[in-house]
Structures are given as structure tokens and as C-alpha cells.
């Protein structure tokens, strides 16, 4: 079992940054995918980003590419996710959430499923 616990949320101006946590206990995160997602209220949930169990490889939404960087600690417990230049129509509940890497990376990808999620950290971006 993981357990993902995310943090670093809160409330910034339009045009600000956050850094988001999303912390693993029970076990670490080497063998597993890792992805952000996000959801507000009303819509569906959105894939944000991913990031390789192995590799590293990272893989980013459109709407996001160039704003948000996915990485994660040496240890392979913790998953960041910092964001730059947040605009109000980004306030939502991101969660993140952890597949086996065998599958884990279309999964989060594709179908946007995981084994594990967290409870979710509310960003909201003002104008």
C-alpha cells in the first residue's frame, strides 16, 4: 500500500507560483509512475503531468507546457510539481496519484487511472 499525501497549496495572485508536494509513505515511489491531476469544481478531472518511475521522463498537458515542472527527490518519496505563471482558470483540487510502472505511465497518460491518490491540495489563483 501507498499512501500519497499532497501539500503546498493556498491562494496566490494571478501570475504567481507554487510548488505543490505530494508525499509517499509505505513504500517509495522508485517503481511507480507519478502524475498531477487536477479537477474544479463542475469539470471533469485533467491530467496534468507525469513522471517516469526510471527514467525520469516527464510528460506535461498542453496547457501547461512551459509553466509547470514535474520532479521528484533522490529518496523517490516525495513528487513536486512547480508552478509558474498560474492564472485564475488554473484554480482547482490537484491531486496526484501513483501507478505500478509496468503500466503506469499510459495509464496516467491515457486512461487517467492509478492505484493510489491523495486527497487533493485547492489552489486558487486570483485576478
Known amino acids: 500500500q501507498v499512501q500519497l499525501v499532497e501539500s503546498g497549496g493556498g491562494l496566490v495572485q494571478s501570475g504567481g507560483s507554487l510548488r505543490l508536494s505530494c508525499a509517499a509513505s509505505?513504500?517509495?515511489?522508485?517503481?511507480?509512475?507519478v502524475g498531477w491531476f487536477r479537477q474544479a469544481p463542475g469539470k471533469e478531472r485533467e491530467f496534468v503531468a507525469v513522471?517516469?518511475?526510471?527514467?525520469?521522463?516527464?510528460y506535461y498537458a498542453d496547457s501547461v507546457k512551459g509553466r509547470f515542472t514535474i520532479s521528484r527527490d533522490n529518496a523517490k518519496i516525495t513528487v513536486y510539481v512547480q508552478m509558474n505563471n498560474l492564472r485564475p482558470r488554473n484554480t482547482s483540487v490537484y491531486y496526484c496519484?501513483?501507478?505500478?510502472?509496468?503500466?503506469?505511465?499510459?495509464?496516467?497518460?491515457?486512461?487517467?487511472?492509478?492505484?493510489?491518490w491523495g486527497r487533493g491540495t485547492q489552489v486558487t489563483v486570483s485576478s
Open positions: 496519484a501513483a501507478a505500478p510502472e509496468a503500466s503506469g505511465w499510459h495509464r496516467i497518460t491515457v486512461t487517467h487511472d492509478a492505484d493510489y
Open positions: 513522471i517516469d518511475a526510471r527514467s525520469d521522463s516527464k
Open positions: 509505505g513504500r517509495t515511489l522508485s517503481s511507480y509512475a
